[in-house]
T-cell receptor, first 115, second 115 residues
Framework: GAVVSQHPSRVICKSGTSVKIECRSL??????MFWYRQFPKQSLMLMAT?????????EQGVEKDKFLINHASLTLSTLTVTSAHPEDSSFYIC???????????FGQGTRLTVV | SQELEQSPQSLIVQEGKNLTINCTSS?????LYWYKQKYGEGLIFLMM?????EEKSHEKITAKLDEKKQQSSLHITASQPSHAGIYLC???????????????FGKGTLLTVNP
């Protein structure tokens, strides 16, 4: 299947700092990318959906000023956790899809720990 | 919005046994994805189903979308320890508005295969 690369796989940061997570589709153009958060032993919680060149659509309850999403090209989307706090510690996963009715492929995930 | 319910929530089988995981939707499915996840890792795409009655197989895993397109089943034949993990069904949500058809996921089924 197609490859979606997410980086970094793990990051530890101090409370109050910002962290950027990258999601790249390596062998296809992703018109839509999704960002999820996953809590231990729970399913994926969709945070936001982004289309290349336009503003992301955030799910209810997700602070758009805290979780900045940029989808500047058809192969790259970034999630920046601003002013991170310990409660932001979680597993973040991105997904990329070429078209509306095509498969969605996932990155390897990023384990964020805020200390 | 569309909701997906998976059953069972967890499953323990002896190596070599067959098993089935079900995914039931609250609304008509216009596409259904099956993924496998190891805890703390990204999702591995298994199969995508779109047509009512469609059935796909990959190695010892078979998935089917029923004729009414509201339920899908994933069947593993002669299970092996390598099949262990969390199985998630996901579907594009055509009912929440917008054009992105965000993906909704079930809560997952944790499969343990004992040697």
């Amino acid at each position: 299947g197609a490859v979606v690369s997410q980086h970094p796989s793990r990051v530890i940061c101090k409370s109050g700092t910002s962290v950027k997570i990258e999601c790249r589709s390596l062998d296809f153009q992703a018109t839509t990318m999704f960002w999820y958060r996953q809590f231990p032993k729970q399913s994926l919680m969709l945070m936001a959906t982004s289309n290349e060149g336009s503003k992301a659509t955030y799910e209810q309850g997700v602070e758009k000023d805290k979780f900045l999403i940029n989808h500047a090209s058809l192969t790259l989307s970034t999630l920046t956790v601003t002013s991170a706090h310990p409660e932001d510690s979680s597993f973040y996963i991105c997904s990329a899809r070429a078209g509306r009715d095509t498969e969605a492929f996932f990155g390897q995930g990023t384990r964020l720990t805020v200390v | 919005s569309q909701e997906l319910e998976q059953s069972p929530q967890s499953l323990i089988v002896q190596e070599g046994k067959n098993l089935t995981i079900n995914c039931t939707s609250s609304k008509t499915l216009y596409g259904l994805y099956w993924y496998k996840q190891k805890y703390g890792e990204g999702l591995i795409f298994l199969m995508m189903l779109q047509k009512g009655g469609e059935e796909k197989s990959h190695e010892k895993i078979t998935a089917k979308l029923d004729e009414k397109k509201q339920q899908s089943s994933l069947h593993i034949t002669a299970s092996q320890p390598s099949h262990a993990g969390i199985y998630l069904c996901g579907a594009p949500d055509y009912f929440s508005g917008g054009s992105n058809y965000k993906l909704t996921f079930g809560k997952g089924t944790l499969l343990t295969v004992n040697p």
